[in-house]
């Protein structure tokens, strides 16, 4: 896998913005499939709707890739997802961890990409009722 498209990947995710959403085609097929936690899709168009609802949902949302490992079938991108909710009408700020792992075709756009991240640990223990159930879970799973 060239590094300069992995490069221009990162950037474009570092610098996602509502208007950017229509730039996907440029990186990613028409065809590629997408998984996270919460979407399974199939299709360019189909991640575009998922990137927009993005916006939609947080404050803000931004992505900074802290780390990156490429070989000649893909790459894992680690990133950091930051962003601000409003929750009980206080705005806090929130950031997920998680991977990217994604796979390429011939024309060196993305046709496979699956994320990785704990959506118990980094989305739903900072959710004020549901959080506090999950940390006496998690207490009572360790003992």
Known sequence: MDTSTIDLLVAFFESIRPERIADFPRYYS??????????????????????????SQVIEPSFTITDRVVDENGAMLVWEFHYRVT????????TIRGTSHLKFDTECKVYWHRDYWDA????????????????GLKKVMAS
Request: aromatic content about 14%; charged content about 30%; cysteine-free.
């Open 87 to 94: 929750i009980f009408g206080r705005e806090q700020k929130q």
């Open 120 to 135: 118990a640990e980094e989305l739903y223990a900072k959710l004020p009722v549901i959080g506090l159930l999950m940390r």
């Open 30 to 55: 028409d065809d590629a499939f997408f998984k996270d936690p919460f979407n399974e899709v199939r299709g360019v168009s189909a991640i575009q709707r998922i990137f927009t609802h993005m916006f």
